[in-house]
T-cell receptor, first 111, second 114 residues
Framework: GEDVEQSLFLSVREGDSSVINCTYT??????LYWYKQEPGAGLQLLTY?????DMKQDQRLTVLLNKKDKHLSLRIADTQTGDSAIYFC???????????FGTGTRLLVSP | NAGVTQTPKFQVLKTGQSMTLQCAQD?????MSWYRQDPGMGLRLIHY???????DQGEVPNGYNVSRSTTEDFPLRLLSAAPSQTSVYFC?????????????FGPGTRLTVL
């Protein structure tokens, strides 16, 4: 079955880079996503990557995909205190956005 | 646009009670879905709809009913609430539900079943 795993917690200092990691098990994933959840709010789509790509860059965000190892990462450059949130990776298995989410990584950015 | 709205924000039920969680979107999106979020777990898909009159089950549909009589609304019904349904519920919508369509989430409903 599908399973998406993430580390639970990451703490960085403001200005440093953050790297959030995710592993997934279903090799038929078509798209992989990163969502951000701020306290008391719903999820916000940050970026996504098609499964035949290795890397995608979007301003401060860089997504790396290693299909062989089923490993996905999100790098946030110059991390700010406003980046403190929970970050979820998710994979699309059967289309129609029937997403399987990871457990979420809580990012804490200290001044 | 108000985006995706959910009501109520908080709800406490007793075991066996029924209630409906409301979800509405004003973006003319065809695809709508319901997720639940539990501590230490990611979001899990309950039910989804690809258009008015069409619904289907997700990963954890037991204990929940949905209907889609209009494009705008996608209510989630709990017929007989159980403590295992204590969770935060999120509604989401996207244009057609394609993988590349941005999925917009509502602010969530926090439900406690005693």
């Amino acid at each position: 079955g599908e399973d998406v795993e993430q580390s639970l917690f990451l703490s960085v200092r403001e200005g440093d880079s953050s790297v959030i990691n995710c592993t997934y098990t279903d090799s038929s994933s078509t798209y992989l996503y990163w969502y951000k959840q701020e306290p008391g709010a719903g999820l916000q789509l940050l970026t996504y990557i098609f499964s035949n790509m290795d890397m995608k860059q979007d301003q401060r965000l860089t997504v790396l995909l290693n299909k062989k190892d089923k490993h996905l990462s999100l790098r946030i450059a110059d991390t700010q205190t406003g980046d403190s949130a929970i970050y979820f990776c998710a994979e699309s298995i059967q289309g129609f956005q029937k997403l399987v989410f990871g457990t979420g990584t809580r990012l804490l950015v200290s001044p | 646009n108000a985006g995706v709205t959910q009501t109520p924000k908080f709800q406490v039920l007793k075991t066996g009670q029924s209630m409906t969680l409301q979800c509405a979107q004003d973006m003319n999106h065809e695809y709508m879905s319901w997720y639940r979020q539990d501590p230490g777990m990611g979001l899990r898909l309950i039910h989804y709809s690809v258009g008015a009159g069409i619904t289907d089950q997700g990963e954890v549909p037991n204990g929940y009913n949905v209907s889609r009589s209009t494009t705008e609304d996608f209510p989630l019904r709990l017929l007989s609430a159980a403590p295992s349904q204590t969770s935060v519920y999120f509604c989401a919508s996207s244009l057609r539900g394609r993988d590349t369509d941005t999925q917009y989430f509502g602010p969530g409903t926090r439900l406690t079943v005693l």
